[in-house]
């Protein structure tokens, strides 16, 4: 069984043999599919009649984005990505019927709505866009008929292996090559340790089976920052008896912790004197449904919020976004390098902070960006590199490791890009130093976007600012999770086309 890695001893052999034909599948999958499939999700066919960027389209679709003038308008970005995932998860297993409102209707969303389709939860989408999830309630999923196909989404794959390490029966998981290239071993260690039996590929990578058992609870702490990995502990814990615990030394975003609130559940959240934080949980409790309203997702507003300060005389309203204290760091860092953005009507929904932001061009200069505000924004790096080629100064950014692990090696394909527009810069092992004089770049670079959504999107930011067009090679990964970019980007007023620049 070349290339599979069967660390547990005592796993079934059909299991191992299933597991077998399912890498040999994925592999066939992989080698014959030039691009992800999945339906277009039902709210991003553009209002202009054009032919919607959706990733059923076999072939990869160039995305061109050219020197434009200010932004002006109103717009609300589709909903956060992490409470998508989450709503609809905590949904499946509660008791009762949950109604989502703003729910993300990306790609890597829908493949969690699927899942707990197959987990026996009855998920529905109204014609309103609310939609409706009736649980099978904690410790009564259903065995899958089918392998779960997480696509793009490493956020659905570990938070999904947590849920299904405590349910009796095999569940088996594949994805897309870029999500085959991730790392899921910081989530197999410890749902081992709790008891799942898990054959995967080596490092723990995709696609892989695992088998639930009845859990043991732990008392673990995180070797990183990662609330895909505390997050995936807590959903194996939902059906564990007794207390489980995840000890975390640099804090991470609490949606999970949030959401078990939301939904009725006891969770214990302890402040260390370190500023790391302490989880405990005690298994087993019910979940009852309760109605969500999922605000904006930060890391799409980033995109926008970037494009506005830099383009001059920008004046842009983000309505009903996210602000959660551990998601914000993007927009902090942004205010210290001079942009102007103003919170308005600040607020709390669903245990969520939630606010509209004002965001007017600015001029912005260099600076250090803390290492430890790291894990608030992790996934915002991307655009505040852009965001950096227009600052006068040095703007260091270390600390990134994480960002070498993601849907793409980002900082290295950052770099890149970076390199082929004209923007000086160092490349770190754990970050970037950008030295922009506050000119705008040269541009011109076809950017190669690696399956990578954020990569796509902050070059096409770029491209908007620079003397000459900016051309990403694959526009279609950008609907895993901002359905619509295009089509809301240029309604403020920028010009994006498909196709490749003069």
Same mark, same amino acid.
């Given at each position: 069984?070349?290339?599979?890695?069967?660390?547990?001893?005592?796993?079934?052999?059909?299991?191992?043999?299933?597991?077998?034909?399912?890498?040999?599948?994925?592999?066939?999958?992989?080698?014959?599919?030039?691009?992800?499939?999945?339906?277009?999700?039902?709210?991003?066919?553009?209002?202009?009649?054009?032919?919607?960027?959706?990733?059923?389209?076999?072939?990869?679709?160039?995305?061109?984005?050219?020197?434009?003038?200010?932004?002006?308008?109103?717009?609300?970005?589709?909903?956060?990505?992490?409470?998508?995932?989450?709503?609809?998860?905590?949904?499946?297993?509660?008791?009762?019927?949950?109604?989502?409102?703003?729910?993300?209707?990306?790609?890597?969303?829908?493949? /969690?709505?699927?899942?707990? !389709?197959? &987990? *026996? @939860?009855?998920?529905?989408?109204? $014609? +309103?866009?609310?939609?409706?999830?009736?649980?099978?309630?904690?410790?009564?999923?259903?065995?899958?008929?089918?392998?779960?196909?997480?696509?793009?989404?490493?956020?659905?794959?570990?938070?999904?292996?947590?849920?299904?390490?405590?349910?009796?029966?095999?569940?088996?998981?594949?994805?897309?090559?870029?999500?085959?290239?991730?790392?899921?071993?910081?989530?197999?260690?410890?749902?081992?340790?709790?008891?799942?039996?898990?054959?995967?590929?080596?490092?723990?990578?995709?696609?892989?089976?695992?088998?639930?058992?009845?859990?043991?609870?732990?008392?673990?702490?995180?070797?990183?920052?990662?609330?895909?990995?505390?997050?995936?502990?807590?959903?194996?814990?939902?059906?564990?008896?007794?207390?489980?615990?995840?000890?975390?030394?640099?804090?991470?975003?609490?949606? /999970?912790?949030?959401?078990? !609130?939301? &939904? *009725? @559940?006891?969770?214990?959240?302890? $402040? +260390?004197?370190?500023?790391?934080?302490?989880?405990?949980?005690?298994?087993?409790?019910?979940?009852?449904?309760?109605?969500?309203?999922?605000?904006?997702?930060?890391?799409?507003?980033?995109?926008?919020?970037?494009?506005?300060?830099?383009?001059?005389?920008?004046?842009?309203?983000?309505?009903?976004?996210?602000?959660?204290?551990?998601?914000?760091?993007?927009?902090?860092?942004?205010?210290?390098?001079?942009?102007?953005?103003?919170?308005?009507?600040?607020?709390?929904?669903?245990?969520?902070?939630?606010?509209?932001?004002?965001?007017?061009?600015?001029?912005?200069?260099?600076?250090?960006?803390?290492?430890?505000?790291?894990?608030?924004?992790?996934?915002?790096?991307?655009?505040?590199?852009?965001?950096?080629?227009?600052?006068?100064?040095?703007?260091?950014?270390?600390?990134?490791?994480?960002?070498?692990?993601?849907?793409?090696?980002?900082?290295?394909?950052?770099?890149?890009?970076?390199?082929?527009?004209?923007?000086?810069?160092?490349?770190?092992?754990?970050?970037?130093?950008?030295?922009?004089?506050?000119?705008?770049?040269?541009?011109?670079?076809?950017?190669?976007?690696?399956?990578?959504?954020?990569?796509?999107?902050?070059?096409?930011?770029?491209?908007?600012?620079?003397?000459?067009?900016?051309?990403?090679?694959?526009?279609?990964?950008?609907?895993?999770?901002?359905?619509?970019?295009?089509?809301?980007?240029?309604?403020?007023?920028?010009?994006?086309?498909?196709?490749?620049?003069?």
């Amino acid at each position: 069984m070349k290339g599979v890695n069967c660390q547990n001893k005592g796993a079934v052999s059909k299991v191992s043999f299933i597991c077998l034909q399912l890498y040999v599948t994925a592999v066939k999958k992989l080698a014959t599919t030039p691009g992800q499939q999945f339906p277009s999700s039902p709210n991003n066919a553009s209002k202009s009649g054009s032919v919607p960027m959706t990733s059923d389209t076999q072939f990869p679709v160039p995305v061109t984005a050219r020197p434009s003038g200010p932004l002006s308008g109103a717009a609300r970005v589709p909903g956060d990505k992490s409470i998508s995932h989450r709503a609809l998860i905590f949904g499946g297993v509660a008791v009762g019927t949950t109604t989502v409102s703003g729910l993300l209707e990306g790609e890597d969303v829908l493949r /969690t709505a699927a899942a707990m !389709r197959q &987990f *026996g @939860a009855n998920v529905e989408r109204g $014609e +309103n866009g609310v939609w409706r999830i009736t649980g099978c309630g904690v410790g009564a999923l259903r065995e899958p008929d089918e392998v779960l196909d997480m696509g793009n989404s490493g956020t659905a794959a570990r938070l999904l292996m947590g849920l299904v390490a405590s349910a009796p029966f095999t569940t088996f998981f594949m994805g897309d090559a870029s999500l085959h290239k991730r790392p899921m071993g910081r989530v197999r260690v410890p749902l081992e340790e709790m008891g799942a039996k898990i054959i995967s590929r080596s490092g723990g990578r995709f696609p892989l089976a695992i088998t639930g058992q009845s859990l043991i609870p732990i008392d673990y702490e995180l070797p990183v920052a990662s609330a895909q990995v505390k997050s995936a502990i807590l959903l194996a814990a939902l059906d564990t008896p007794g207390i489980t615990r995840v000890r975390e030394g640099k804090r991470t975003r609490d949606h /999970t912790e949030n959401m078990l !609130r939301h &939904f *009725g @559940a006891e969770i214990t959240v302890t $402040e +260390n004197a370190d500023g790391g934080r302490s989880i405990a949980y005690r298994g087993q409790q019910e979940l009852t449904a309760a109605d969500i309203i999922v605000p904006g997702d930060p890391s799409s507003a980033a995109f926008l919020a970037v494009a506005a300060t830099i383009l001059p005389g920008s004046d842009v309203t983000l309505s009903n976004i996210g602000l959660n204290p551990l998601r914000d760091g993007l927009f902090i860092t942004l205010r210290e390098m001079g942009a102007n953005i103003e919170i308005l009507n600040l607020r709390e929904q669903a245990g969520e902070r939630v606010g509209d932001l004002r965001i007017r061009a600015s001029t912005l200069h260099g600076i250090e960006v803390p290492p430890e505000r790291a894990p608030s924004m992790i996934d915002e790096y991307p655009v505040l590199f852009i965001a950096a080629a227009f600052a006068k100064g040095r703007t260091t950014m270390r600390g990134l490791h994480e960002l070498r692990v993601k849907e793409s090696d980002r900082l290295s394909a950052m770099a890149a890009g970076l390199k082929a527009c004209g923007v000086a810069f160092e490349e770190l092992e754990d970050g970037l130093i950008i030295d922009a004089d506050g000119t705008p770049p040269k541009g011109g670079g076809v950017i190669e976007t690696h399956l990578d959504h954020r990569i796509a999107m902050s070059f096409l930011i770029l491209g908007l600012a620079t003397q000459t067009p900016v051309t990403i090679d694959d526009g279609r990964v950008m609907e895993t999770s901002f359905p619509g970019f295009v089509e809301m980007i240029n309604a403020l007023g920028a010009t994006v086309t498909r196709g490749r620049g003069a």
